[in-house]
């Protein structure tokens, strides 16, 4: 029996959530379909009709990997405040247009009418189009140069702070080890 891989910080920005499947130390969480499988079941209801795409195979975990790939490149120079590489904008720009985006009218005597987003194309250019959409929010976004790294020992992981002061992903996993480490540096006989 295999276990759901642990995503250390979720509920960031969507772009933010998807590079930090990449923590250090713990190699590549969605490297693998399962992986992917499970990010997706954490971020349900963030991405819509589209993180729904039943089985995932290979082709699903390359389509994200392309777009984590670039969205990573055109974050760093956009934090600071530098032009991101063309071909990571290329690509963000590819899998967007790969499956466009439209809103799908309906009726239904509870609720009447609606309209919800609907993608054409495969799961997996589904899948990739949502994830560029959301990269291209958060670059696109004045506060992109707020977009911090954790001051944690060996982590990696980036957050996008509601509060100026906050240093680390998670207060009470990083934040913790720090104030322990200075408080064993204080008392260091």
């Given at each position: ?70 969205a990573g490149a055109a ?19 590819e899998a967007a247009a ?92």
């Amino acid at each position: 029996m295999t276990s759901t891989p642990p995503f250390p910080l979720t509920g960031e920005p969507l772009a933010l959530d998807l590079l930090n499947t990449r923590p250090a130390g713990a190699g590549d969480l969605i490297a693998g379909p399962e992986g992917l499988a499970a990010w997706l079941a954490v971020q349900e209801g963030r991405l819509g009709p589209v993180g729904k795409i039943g089985k995932v195979g290979p082709a699903e975990v390359a389509a994200v990997h392309a777009v984590r790939e670039a969205a990573g490149a055109a974050l760093a120079a956009a934090r600071s405040g530098e032009r991101p590489p063309a071909e990571a904008l290329r690509t963000l720009n590819e899998a967007a247009a790969a499956a466009p985006a439209h809103r799908e009218l309906t009726w239904t005597p509870e609720t009447g009418l609606a309209a919800a987003p609907h993608r054409t194309g495969s799961p997996a250019r589904r899948l990739a189009a949502e994830l560029a959409d959301a990269a291209a929010g958060l670059l696109t976004d004045p506060r992109v140069r707020d977009v911090r790294e954790c001051e944690g020992a060996d982590c990696v992981l980036l957050f996008l702070p509601a509060h100026p002061r906050r240093r680390w992903c998670v207060a009470s996993t990083c934040g913790n080890r720090a104030r322990v480490a200075r408080y064993y540096a204080r008392h260091k006989p």
